[in-house]
């Protein structure tokens, strides 16, 4: 090998050592800059789609539910078996603060009509109830998959119908975000027939 190859030879090993060391720094960065994990879906009744984007890290859940005009900014914080926060809009603030107490998930409500609601183990997934000052609804939770998360809520004309993709999440914090979700797909429902019946009336 001549002289001229051998001075070759550092400058080419020295770029192999530099593209090594980027690589490395990308997939380093690639780890570090995952997405936050995501709680994805909607929650649908006939004339109406509700969107659900949440994200959930480091212990705490926020996003957003619905859309630009009907839609509420989530901040919940959970500790140990507990979930703690709020689901605000322009125009009202829900706090809610749910535990998990046993294999029971129970929630609490402050806002609007205030309402209460539960969950427990049933067969096929989750089993419970909500509750505000007029009436009670029941609520089915199927557990299809461990990313995978369809709920039933109410009867007849007021059944809503949520779909969520999510990954491992703890129960409490998954019943928050279908609760709230529900509730506020409610309200929002109850707030679109009324701007509708204001248009009729005008």
Known sequence: MTSAAFGLVKPLEGTLNNLRTLAR????????????????????RPGMSYRVALSWEGGKLSGRLGGTVFGENVHLEAHGGEILGTAASTSRVLALHGHQNGECLEYRLVGGTGQTAYLEPQQEGLGGRIYSEDRSLPMFVSLNSPTTTTARVGLGPEVQ???????????VVLGAALLLAD?????????LLSSYQGIAEG
């Open 25 to 44: 720094k990308r997939d380093t960065q690639a780890i570090v800059e995952q997405p936050r994990p995501l709680i994805a879906g909607e929650v649908r």
């Open 161 to 171: 119908e949520i779909a969520l993709e999510h990954g491992d999440l703890p129960p």
């Open 183 to 191: 509730i506020t797909a409610r309200e929002a429902w109850r707030a």
